[in-house]
Every structure is written in structure tokens, then in C-alpha cells.
């Protein structure tokens, strides 16, 4: 077995709120000693990119060249110049402001008019008035765009609601359904082709830990899907080239398999 390429997912793989899960640091290490390219694929619009680096860093990883967050994937849709509306966090309006966007921030602005895009993700101070004013733009025909529709993330005590419980919300109130721009959906599949160029997917492994988003992803990428036990899901997917516990044992099942 081959493997040139593995892409992991974090909330679930790498670490639970931040907090690493055993292993995972060495894990990467075995991955790119045997000469793989480790790359971070995650839906997590909330934390900005340098948030992302400085997390793995204090656990001992370098995050290298390949980062990939469902923010980044919704600013690709959004064009300069465009007004938005943002329900959502710091990695969010980072991203967006990147392209040119002007940045109106749901919690500070209240009764906003005429706004090309409505951009959804993680959003903290989101409240009653937020999910109103959102509503009221998307029916009146601004785009809905949101970073992911992934209902909740994985903590050490927990799952905890996540970002597509708040486009839900809007989602409920508007009566229109959302572009969705992170795992498992073509924006942030472009995105990771965009940098990696195309590559022999028989080489390359996608680590997750839901059979829906991970699992969907692998599949439109067209690569191998390890599903690890560490996260959201507690059972494995049987459609899966791999389950495992964790991502170290992912680590030496595919470094094994190359010696």
C-alpha cells in the first residue's frame, strides 16, 4: 500500500476542544517520516488560520503548507466587493475580508438592509434578533452561503452544538436552503484539489471521524476514508476502507503497510 497523501480531519481526529488526543501528535510525525504529505482539512469557519497553526504548534505539530478550513471554502464563492452579512466567527470574517468583502457583523448591526450574502457558521452571540434579521435578508433575496452544515462537534465532555445548528435556525425561519461550502460539498472539495493539484487518489487517505461529512468527503474526492472512533461517531462505518480506534493506529496501519 502505497500512500503519498493523508488528510485529516481535527475535531475528532487530532484533538477535542483543543485538547489533544493521545497519540495524534506522533501519529503525524510516523505519516510524514515515511514521506507522506499531512494536510489539516476541517470544517471549523470559527478559528482563523494563524488560531489553526498555533493549536497544533502547541502540541507539537507544524501545520506545513496544507490547511484547509470550510472558511476559506466559503470565501472562494463570495466576490470582492460583495456585502455580507456574517453570522459567524473571527475565521469567518478573516477569510472573507481576504477577498475583498465588506463585513457586517450580525451581533453589532441590527436591522441591516440590502446585503448581497447572508454567511452562516459557528456563531456565539447568535440570539432571537440575529436569526430574524438573517431570515428577513435571505427571503428578501440575499444569498444564504453557509461554511457547514455539521449539527455538532465533539468535545471531551461531549458533543456541543455547531455551526449547522445555527444555519438551521435560519435555515427554519428563511424557508430557503443554504450553499454549503465545507465537507462534504464541491467548494471544499476544489478547494484541496485547487492546492494539492491532481493526484493518483489511490495514494491518498482521508481521516474523519463521521461517516457523513469525513466519510462524504473521502467519496468525493474519490481517495480512501479511515474512520476513527475518537470523535463524533462511536461506531465505525462499514463503508469505510479503515476503521480504527484513533489516529495512531491509523498511522501504523498505513506506515505498517509500507514496510
Not at 135 to 157: E, H, K, M, Q, W
Not at 225 to 254: M, Q
Request: glycine share 12%.
Amino acid at each position: 500500500m502505497r500512500v503519498r497523501v493523508v488528510l485529516l480531519d481535527m475535531d475528532g481526529v487530532v484533538w477535542l476542544a483543543h485538547r489533544e488526543i493521545p497519540g495524534s501528535s506522533e501519529a503525524v510525525e510516523i505519516l510524514r517520516a515515511s514521506g507522506a504529505i499531512v494536510g489539516f482539512v476541517t470544517n471549523n469557519s470559527f478559528s482563523t488560520r494563524d488560531d489553526h497553526v498555533g493549536h497544533l504548534a502547541a502540541m507539537g505539530i507544524e501545520a506545513g503548507a496544507h490547511l484547509y478550513t470550510s472558511a476559506m471554502a466559503a470565501s472562494m464563492v463570495v466576490p470582492a466587493g460583495a456585502r455580507v452579512f456574517l453570522c459567524g466567527g473571527r475565521g469567518l470574517a478573516q477569510e472573507l475580508e481576504r477577498v475583498g468583502a465588506e463585513v457586517i457583523l450580525a451581533h453589532e448591526n441590527r436591522g441591516v438592509e440590502h446585503v448581497d450574502s447572508v454567511v452562516v457558521g459557528l456563531h456565539l452571540e447568535m440570539d432571537y434578533g440575529t436569526v430574524s434579521d438573517a431570515a428577513r435578508l435571505v427571503r428578501n433575496g440575499a444569498r444564504f452561503i453557509a461554511s457547514n452544515a455539521d449539527p455538532v462537534y465533539p468535545t471531551p465532555d461531549g458533543p456541543v452544538p455547531g455551526g449547522g445548528a445555527v444555519v438551521a435556525a435560519i435555515q427554519t425561519a428563511s424557508g430557503i436552503a443554504p450553499l454549503v461550502t465545507g465537507k462534504p460539498h464541491r467548494t471544499m472539495v476544489d478547494l484541496v484539489v485547487g492546492s494539492l493539484g491532481r493526484l493518483d487518489t489511490g495514494d491518498v487517505w482521508f481521516v474523519g471521524d463521521r461517516a457523513d461529512t469525513d466519510g462524504g468527503f473521502a467519496a468525493a474526492l474519490g481517495c480512501r476514508f479511515a474512520h476513527v472512533l475518537s470523535g463524533t461517531d462511536i461506531e465505525g462505518n462499514p463503508t469505510a476502507d479503515l476503521v480504527a480506534r484513533d489516529l495512531a493506529a491509523v498511522a501504523d496501519h498505513l506506515v505498517g503497510g509500507n514496510r
